[in-house]
């Protein structure tokens, strides 16, 4: 099984990652589940992190667009730099994961609540097999996180013309 570890930008610096152990399809399906349920009994309304159930961190949001040249997945990440994220493509499974840490710890009186998030989080995305996993790009603008997923030239729609029969 390879792991190829995919460089996350920001002010066009690469970050290097270390490469991520093999995610069970189990596993992975039940997360899923999980969200979805979680999802109908929150009325569909999402924070950018929610916690996941069973591994312990926070699901980041995300969206995932598709056109004639690639699938495009844009992930929110708050206060994440991409020194603290990586994204893992091993086999046909794409995983975002990282930490957000505290910036600095507070031991005052009188402080009685704290409602910003902080520790892992971990999302991960089935890859089709028309993308081209050698030219997956991903970067940090603003919180979110981008990773363009090219599609391999020839999986390209090809609109073909109908003609009249003579």
């Known amino acids: 099984m390879a792991t ?7 002010g066009g610096q690469a970050m290097s990652s270390m490469p991520a152990p093999a995610t069970d399809p189990f596993q ?28 312990g961190a926070s699901v980041p949001v995300a969206d995932v667009t ?3 040249k ?3 997945i844009a992930v929110e990440l ?4 991409e020194k603290d994220v990586e994204v893992m493509l091993s086999d ?20 009685y609540l704290a409602e910003r998030s902080y520790g ?3 999302r991960s995305f089935v890859v089709p097999p028309s993308v081209d996993s ?16 090219p599609k391999i030239p020839e999986a390209a729609p090809k609109k073909i013309e109908v003609k009249a029969a003579a």
């Open 92 to 111: 046909d499974l794409l995983t975002i994961r990282g930490e957000k840490k505290q910036a600095e710890e507070r031991k005052e009186e009188g402080y």
């Open 134 to 149: 050698s030219k997956i790009s991903a970067n940090v603008t603003n919180g979110v996180l981008s990773v363009v997923l």
């Open 28 to 55: 992975y399906f039940r997360n899923e589940m999980e969200r979805m349920f979680d999802r109908f009994s929150r009325g569909f309304t999402l924070p950018a992190f929610r916690m996941g159930s069973s591994i």
């Open 120 to 122: 892992m989080f971990e």
């Open 4 to 10: 190829t570890p995919i460089p996350v930008q920001q």
């Open 70 to 72: 690639s699938f495009k």
């Open 78 to 81: 708050p206060g994440i730099s």
């Open 66 to 68: 598709e056109d004639d």
